[in-house]
């Protein structure tokens, strides 16, 4: 069975003007994987991977199906990455048994980002004063009127690495590369597909 990972991931589909699913779809891929646990002809998945990733929940969620599939039906997953698969794209790819890339593919990426702007600047030129009533000194955090706190950076931050902690762990189970390698690796680069496979991010191109 070819499973497609196509445009940026997200929980839930994007939509068009028209109300069709465009891109990614991940409800749908997810009750696909599950019809293959049940499906006595499917003898393996291929993974077409062309996507410069997406959430950490949704990447985290088909990861855990593949593996859940593999233990279940014990075979294999194989991966081919077209222009990219980055990020949340490479995180899913480790569920593969063995991964290959268009030679002209970039891949890596690997790390977690939050983003947000800062508009303080801009109200202040506008006239403009944002308000906020809060239940707590960090229930605004991130708002684009307030500057963020040391704090309220430090909370972002502890969230960014742990979610940061747990990609490198699954690269180190699916590449079978050790944890300081990976951390060496995983500084947020983007990488060609022979630098990929020079570091054994990949198997070939």
Known sequence: AVIDVIGTIYSEPTVSMWGESEGYDHPSTMSYVDQLMEDEYNKGILLYMNTP?????ASDDLYLKLMEYKEVTGNK???YYADQSCSGGYYISMAADEIYANRNCWTGSIGVIISMTNMQGLYEKLGIEEINITSGA???MGSAGEELTAEQRDILQGMVDEAYDQFVSI???GRGLSEEKVRELADGRIYTAKQAEDAKLIDGI
Request: net charge negative.
């Open 171 to 173: 690269i180190v189970d």
């Open 77 to 79: 997953i194989y991966c």
């Open 138 to 140: 960090n229930k605004a």
């Open 53 to 57: 990733g997406g959430e950490v929940t």
